[in-house]
């Protein structure tokens, strides 16, 4: 198996180090060959090449089993809303072009963490959500631009049927496999999009007889999430409702540094946390590595159908939490300072 | 002063009595005549005259000093993604008509309610946001329709600079009066709307420099308010991310019952809980009145100046909730059953 490690900027070096050094580990143990290769993408990829995502970049992803992917982002764009040339480019081209459809974000807590969300432990208990983002569609990819002299600027959200349903459908499936329930989230109130969106979950949803369904506004969503996490099993989303409540729903398991991505579709799978590139804490070993420890795991078993191989790093997780270890995100007033480690040193 | 009451669908009903009781007390005691008449809209509008903001209603807004609102909304519609005439259409139609571009949301924790919420005391302690939504323009009241068939349906976000600037200049005016420090949420990483309103309230930033200024996207506000509420003094943002992130405060507040707003511009202000209509329990006698009374005090403040009125209906319902009073939304496992009130009671 060939996997392309693609860092992108900020933590996204120092954190996917640590992924692959676990992909390694379980390579030598298992018994498997894995070769890998790197590429440029972001920030990064700009300041060598002038382009967020390179030809090359996009030509090794193509040829590889598996991405293991880190995080774009840099405060210099941000903070010039007109520059032409963004690292984020280069995340939504590679989404686009790998067809990307699916972005799966599992919500899990480690027993271990309980403690250390802001949500009162027995409000969390037994949280398990997975969420199904659409990920080329929507807001993220109409036409946009600007009219009347520059005077007003404009974005075009947007699902075809199609779209709706292939996102749908791997949802319901994946709610078969779990607690057999299903929340779909959109603004039929408001939207047409949303409206085109709930025809097709309920076209779907006669097909899956053994699935409950329910329909939510995002706004009440985003509150019930924390108000009573332990209601959803599956949820599935517009690409901009679901950015916007998964990052929400991290807190449900402590941190963002906990947090792995599985992004699938047409063809190589991209494997991700769910946090960005962090600059502010970039460069002082502070970072949590395990999100990307935990993309590693859903890498092998989406992408490569590893399963003891995948429960064997998630095991991993459990055990260094379990013996006590913590990164400064995920510790608190009751930890230990000497057990507050580095981004290697837990790794 | 002459007040309209638009009670509404669902629970608007029976907490907008609540809060006219409220009015006519404060009238009584600080010996002000305040006059009433009362407007249909949404579904108990549709129903009775098949438009959800007919033309009378509409006419007595205007005509009137200030609006006490309800809600609106009806599960029919919800789960029928095709109806063409829908009761938010008259909410829409009624902030658009208004110029109601100002939508302000208070996020206050009383302190007996502190645990409420399911975050944590320590979590909330001193949290008190003022969020300023925008609510005239966005993906709201963009072009929308379907196209190819029928068979992809869009939505068109829009803001132009002169829309950014006066929802900017409001709360950047409030922000002076406070703690001096407004979040700008927007997702200028990958939307064009997001963009120029960056650029309008960095502009706006230069003629304030004794404010604070933060840019933050959209899904790190929604992580960031559940994990640290106690950061934000006032923020600014889009119709739609608004209408997300104010859900979500909800929880920080301990129940959206709790929670009032305030929608002004260019002429009659529009004051209202911000929970919907909740047909679940309507007619039940359940519904906390409590948002639809801060509403009034709202109105009384904002629409006619009168500030020690205002502070005496929030100090009536400090008082209610020290006395060990509670609606069901806002009990928990240690409150006194007894103590337990429906709405009237509590009102
Ligand atoms: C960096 C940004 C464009 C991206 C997104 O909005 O999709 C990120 O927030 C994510 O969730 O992967
Ligand atoms: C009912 C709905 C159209 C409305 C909105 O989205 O604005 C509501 O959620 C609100 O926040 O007032």
Redesign the pocket.
């Known amino acids: 198996k060939h996997i392309l490690i693609v860092p992108g900027d900020g933590i996204g070096q120092e954190v996917t180090a640590v992924g692959k050094k676990v992909l390694d580990k379980i390579a030598a143990r298992f018994n498997h060959e894995f070769t890998y290769d790197e590429a440029l993408i972001g920030h990064v990829a700009i300041e060598a090449t002038g382009d967020p995502l390179p030809a090359e970049s996009l030509e090794k992803m193509k040829n590889s089993d598996a991405v293991l992917f880190g995080a774009?982002?840099h405060p210099k764009y941000d903070n010039d809303p007109s520059a032409k040339v963004r690292p984020?480019q280069g995340?939504?081209k590679m989404r686009k072009e790998l067809g990307l459809y699916a972005n799966l974000r599992p919500i899990k807590l480690f027993d271990e963490l309980l403690g250390a969300s802001s949500i009162k432990p027995e409000i969390l208990k037994g949280a398990d959500i997975l969420f199904f983002r659409e990920l080329t569609g929507d807001i993220y990819f109409g036409e946009k631009g600007r009219k009347n002299n520059g005077d007003t600027a404009y974005d075009v959200a947007e699902y075809s049927r199609y779209e709706v349903q292939r996102i749908g459908r791997k949802a319901f499936d994946a709610a078969r496999t779990r607690r057999k329930k299903l929340v779909s989230v959109d603004k039929a109130n408001v939207l047409e999009s949303s409206r085109l969106w709930r025809e097709e979950i309920q076209k779907l949803a006669l097909e899956y007889p053994d699935v409950e369904v329910e329909y939510q506004f995002v706004d009440a969503t985003a509150m019930i999430l924390i108000k009573e996490p332990t209601r959803f099993d599956v949820v599935v989303t517009a690409n901009l409702f679901g950015?916007i409540l998964t990052d929400e729903a991290s807190q449900i398991a402590g941190s963002m540094g906990m947090l792995a991505s599985a992004s699938i579709g047409d063809g190589t799978g991209v494997y991700e946390p769910?946090h960005?590139s962090a600059h502010d804490i970039t460069g002082k070993g502070l970072a949590n590595p395990m999100a990307s420890v935990l993309s590693a795991a859903l890498l092998l078993d989406i992408s490569f159908g590893l399963k003891e191989e995948s429960e064997a790093v998630i095991s991993a997780v459990d055990q260094v939490l379990k013996k006590g270890y913590r990164t400064r995100d995920i510790a608190n007033a009751d930890t230990d300072p000497s057990m507050i480690l580095g981004t290697d040193a837990i790794g």
Request: no cysteine; proline share 0%.
């Open positions: 774009v982002g984020e995340l939504l950015d769910i960005g």
